[in-house]
C-alpha cells in the first residue's frame, strides 16, 4: 500500500469514527447526559488515564520503527505489553476508591472500576494494530477504529436511552476496548501471548522508559485541567471543560489525526535510505497547518452558535471555553510528529527533558489560572501553546533540519489562509445576526463561504500544501475512474 493510498485509509477511518462520536455526543447531550454526568465520567477517565495509557510502553513504536522485527522480538514486545498492562489496570482498580473519597463523590467508584476493567483488553490489540502499521495496512487500521467506535456508540446509546447517565458512558469506553481487540486479533489472523518469552528485552524496554515519560507528560498535560476544575469547581464545570475541549480535539483528529501514524513508517524508510527529513517535514507541517489552522479559527468564531445549535442551551457557558481551546490547539498542531521522530532519531534525552519542562510549565498555569474561574483555566491553554511552540521549535528545526525562511514561508501562508477562511463568518456576524442569535442556515452559510475562500486562497496564496492536495485528489480520482470502468 502506497503511502497517500495508506492516508486516504487513515483519513476515511476517522472521518466515519469522528462522524460516529459526533452523532452519539450529540444525542447524549442533548437527551440523557446533563454537564454532572459527563463531568463525573471525564473525572475518572482522565485519573485512571493517567495510569492505563502507559499500557503501550511503547510498544507501538518499537514494532513499528525495528528494522529487524524477527518473531523472537515481536513476542517478547508482546510478553512486556502484556505484563505491563495488566499489573497497570489492576493498579487503576485499586485506585478507584481512594479516588471517589479524594473527590468526595460516590458514584466515581463504579465508574472508575469499569473504566479500569476495559484496559485489561488493550495489549490483546497493542501488538496486532501495530504489525498492521508497519505494513502500512491501513485497510485494517481503519475496520479497527470504526469498529471499536460502533462498539462503543451503541452501548452508550442504548444504555443512555435506559437512564444509565454517566455509567453509560464508562460500559460505551469498555465495549470500545473489546472490539478492538476483536477486531484486531482477526485483521492478523489471530496472535496469542503464550507461550510469553523475554529474550533480550531490553530494546522493547528502552523504547518503554522513553515513552512512559513521554505519554505520561502528555496525558498529565491534557488531563490535569478536568482533574483541577473537577477538585475545585466541581463535576458540572468539568462536564463545560470536557465539552469543549473534546470537540477541538475531535477536530483536529478528524482531519488530520489519523496521518500521523502513516507518516512514521516512511519517515523510517526515509532515514534508512539516507535522505534528508527536513523538505518532506515542512510538507507535512505545511499540510496540517494550511488544513486544521482555518478549520480551528472556524470552530473558534463559531463556537456560541454551533454550541448553542448542537448540544442545547444548557451546554452555553462551553462556548466561551470552546474559542479559547480551539485558538490554543492550533499551536499544537502546527508541529506535527514531535515525539515520534525524537524516538525515531535517536534524540531521546532532550526529547524526555522537554517534556518534563512542558509539564512544569502546564502545572504552574494551571496553579495560577484555577483562581479565576473556567475562562481563565482556557486563556491558560491559549499561553501554554505559545510557550510549547517556544520549547520545541528550535529542537525541531535542529533534529530534522529546515531553513528558517522555508520555516516561516509555511507558517506565514497557512496564517493568511486562515484569515482568508474565517472572513466570511465575520461578515456576516457584521451584516446579519450575531453570535448569539446566528441559526443552522448562517452557520452553514458562513462555513461554505469559508471552505470556498479558503480553496481559492490556497491556489492563490501558491501554499506548498496545494500541491499535495491536488495529488490525492488525483489519487483519488484515478481510483474512481478505475473501479467504473471495472464495474
Not at 17 to 39: D, H, K, M, N, W
Not at 299 to 314: D, F, M, N, T
Not at 436 to 456: K, N, P
Amino acid at each position: 500500500m502506497t503511502i497517500r493510498s495508506a492516508a486516504s485509509w487513515a483519513m476515511g477511518a476517522q472521518y466515519a469514527s469522528f462522524a460516529l462520536q459526533f452523532a452519539t455526543s450529540l444525542v447524549l447531550a442533548r437527551y440523557f447526559i446533563s454537564p454532572e454526568q459527563l463531568g463525573l465520567f471525564s473525572i475518572s477517565f482522565a485519573a485512571i488515564g493517567l495510569l492505563a495509557t502507559l499500557q503501550d510502553f511503547g510498544v507501538n513504536r518499537y514494532v513499528c520503527g525495528e528494522s529487524d522485527l524477527t518473531p523472537e522480538k515481536l513476542q517478547t514486545s508482546y510478553t512486556v505489553s502484556l505484563a505491563i498492562s495488566w499489573a497497570l489496570a489492576l493498579i487503576c482498580v485499586l485506585a478507584a476508591w481512594p479516588l471517589a473519597t479524594y473527590y468526595g463523590q460516590p458514584k466515581i467508584l463504579p465508574l472508575t472500576l469499569v473504566i479500569a476493567a476495559s484496559y485489561f483488553l488493550v495489549p490483546f490489540a497493542i501488538v496486532p494494530q501495530a504489525l498492521r502499521q508497519r505494513e502500512l495496512d491501513f485497510r485494517s487500521s481503519a475496520m479497527i477504529t470504526v469498529g471499536a467506535t460502533m462498539a462503543n456508540t451503541g452501548v452508550s446509546v442504548a444504555l443512555g436511552w435506559c437512564e444509565w447517565g454517566s455509567m453509560a458512558l464508562a460500559c460505551g469506553a469498555l465495549a470500545q476496548q473489546a472490539a478492538r481487540a476483536l477486531i484486531a486479533q482477526w485483521r492478523v489472523g489471530g496472535l496469542s501471548p503464550w507461550p510469553p518469552r523475554l529474550e533480550k528485552p531490553g530494546r522493547v524496554l528502552s523504547f518503554g522508559g522513553t515513552n512512559t515519560v513521554l505519554v505520561t507528560c502528555a496525558n498529565v498535560a491534557a488531563s490535569a485541567p478536568e482533574l483541577m476544575i473537577g477538585r475545585l469547581l466541581g463535576p458540572a464545570s468539568a462536564g463545560l471543560y470536557t465539552r469543549a475541549t473534546g470537540l477541538a480535539i475531535q477536530t483536529r483528529i478528524l482531519l488530520v489525526g489519523a496521518v500521523g501514524g502513516v507518516f512514521l513508517p516512511a519517515f523510517r524508510k526515509i532515514r534508512e535510505e539516507g535522505k534528508p527529513l527536513g523538505p518532506p517535514y515542512l510538507r507535512i507541517a505545511a499540510i496540517f497547518s494550511a488544513i486544521m489552522w482555518p478549520a480551528l479559527a472556524g470552530l473558534a468564531v463559531l463556537s456560541e452558535p454551533v454550541i448553542h445549535l448542537l448540544y442545547g442551551a444548557r451546554w452555553l457557558d462551553s462556548a466561551s471555553l470552546l474559542l479559547r481551546l480551539s485558538v490554543a490547539q492550533m499551536f499544537f498542531v502546527s508541529m506535527p510528529m514531535i515525539a515520534d521522530l525524537g524516538v525515531l532519531l535517536d534524540r531521546k534525552r532532550e526529547l524526555v527533558v522537554r517534556n518534563i519542562l512542558d509539564v512544569v510549565v502546564v502545572i504552574a498555569l494551571l496553579a495560577l489560572s484555577a483562581p479565576f474561574g473556567l475562562n481563565a483555566i482556557a486563556t491558560s491553554r491559549i499561553v501554554h501553546g505559545v510557550l510549547w511552540s517556544a520549547n520545541f521549535l528550535f529542537f525541531l528545526r535542529r533534529m530534522v533540519g529546515f531553513s528558517w525562511g522555508e520555516w516561516f514561508a509555511v507558517q506565514l501562508r497557512s496564517l493568511a489562509l486562515t484569515l482568508l477562511a474565517i472572513a466570511p463568518t465575520l461578515a456576516l456576524y457584521h451584516f446579519a445576526d450575531g453570535p448569539r442569535e446566528a441559526g443552522a442556515a448562517q452557520i452553514l452559510a458562513s462555513a461554505g463561504a469559508g471552505a470556498v475562500v479558503w480553496a481559492i486562497g490556497l491556489w492563490a496564496l501558491r501554499h506548498p500544501a496545494f500541491e499535495e492536495l491536488e495529488r490525492v485528489a488525483a489519487m483519488l480520482r484515478a481510483r474512481v475512474s478505475r473501479r467504473r470502468k471495472g464495474a
